[in-house]
């Protein structure tokens, strides 16, 4: 039997319409949230997430404020524009797009970023508050992966999870977020130093593959019904290729289609990131 789909597009849709309705609410209330975005550099890939974020506030009537740096850009440069936003009123939160170009240190730029308006929950701030269980923003693909998991009644409970890859944006801190007492799972996260792939992936009831590695999840790695999400992102001939091999899709019960799959609910976490915050600093 074939796997079900994980459909991101369709959950992020759904995700955006009861978003739209909080900005509404809030709009009445006087307040308009407005995201933020530091973009450096001509990557067109950094540049397409981008516009999408953009393209994704103006449809649930989140405000844009949209900045850009050359390639050429100081790390001077990208902090003077953190700076700004963080005194920026207009700005609810805001994201500096990652990876930086070449020669630009992420750390000190993230560090810098005020706290409270970070969008994205990668602040050392956001990731402490993670590990202590304490409330902030989470990040925003681990977030996407869990809710996609939740709105599919996968079981999240009890389950053996296997991550793969351990950059900050998704492999680092999902281990965080699945083992909370309201996740209750069980985390094991390999990596290029991992000695046997394979022995890991057989006994996980769920897969996140955000290694960048094409097709690296194969099927016979893979338990029978597990839910297998993929977000590896690599290109060949200007197509996506993902970290899963499209023949797990007949040993899975659930897959993540790549596009389609955890890419929309990232950016759904990003808006939904935001309208938390502005509500947040409504209430007071
Ligand atoms: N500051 C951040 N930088 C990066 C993050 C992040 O969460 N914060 N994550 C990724 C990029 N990313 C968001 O920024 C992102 C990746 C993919 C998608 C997406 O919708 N992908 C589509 C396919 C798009 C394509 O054709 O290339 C999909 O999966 O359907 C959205 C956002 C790294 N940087």
Redesign the pocket.
Same mark, same amino acid.
């Given at each position: 039997m074939t796997a079900q789909i994980l459909d991101?597009?369709a959950t992020a849709a759904a995700i955006k319409s009861e978003l739209a309705v909080r900005v509404a609410a809030l709009k009445e209330r006087g307040i308009v949230p407005g995201l933020g975005t530091v973009l450096v550099g001509d990557d067109p #890939?950094?540049r397409?997430?981008v516009n999408?974020?953009h393209k994704d506030c103006a449809e649930v009537g989140i405000a844009s404020i949209q900045r850009e740096l050359p390639a050429t850009a100081s790390q001077q440069d990208v902090e003077d524009v953190v700076r700004e936003l963080n005194a920026d009123p207009a700005c609810t939160g805001y994201?500096?797009? +990652? /990876?930086l170009p070449k020669g630009l240190d992420p750390n000190p730029v993230l560090e810098l970023m005020d706290p409270d308006k970070d969008a994205?929950g +990668?602040h050392p701030t956001s990731l402490g508050r993670l590990a202590l269980g304490i409330e902030g923003p989470l /990040?925003?693909?681990p977030l996407g992966i869990v809710e996609l998991l939740r709105r599919h009644q996968v079981e999240i409970n009890g389950a053996e999870v296997v991550v793969l890859g351990r950059g900050v944006?998704v492999g680092r801190s999902i281990g965080l977020l699945l083992t909370r007492k309201s996740e209750n799972a069980t985390v094991t996260l390999c990596h290029t130093g991992t000695r046997d792939l394979a022995y890991h992936l057989r006994k996980a009831d769920i897969v996140v593959a955000a290694a960048g590695v094409p097709h690296l999840v194969k099927p016979e790695d893979v338990k029978p019904g597990a839910a297998v999400l993929d977000v590896g992102?690599s290109r060949s001939e200007g197509k996506?290729v993902g970290d899963v091999h499209p023949g797990v899709a007949e040993v899975a019960a659930w897959i993540s289609p790549?596009?389609? #799959?955890?890419? /929309?609910m990232?950016?759904a976490m +990003?808006l939904n990131n935001i309208v938390v915050a502005a509500e947040r600093r409504a209430d007071g």
């Open positions: 991101g597009k #890939g950094s397409w997430y999408g974020k994201i500096v797009q +990652l /990876p994205d +990668l /990040p925003c693909t944006t992102v996506i790549n596009p389609g #799959g955890v890419g /929309p990232t950016r +990003l």
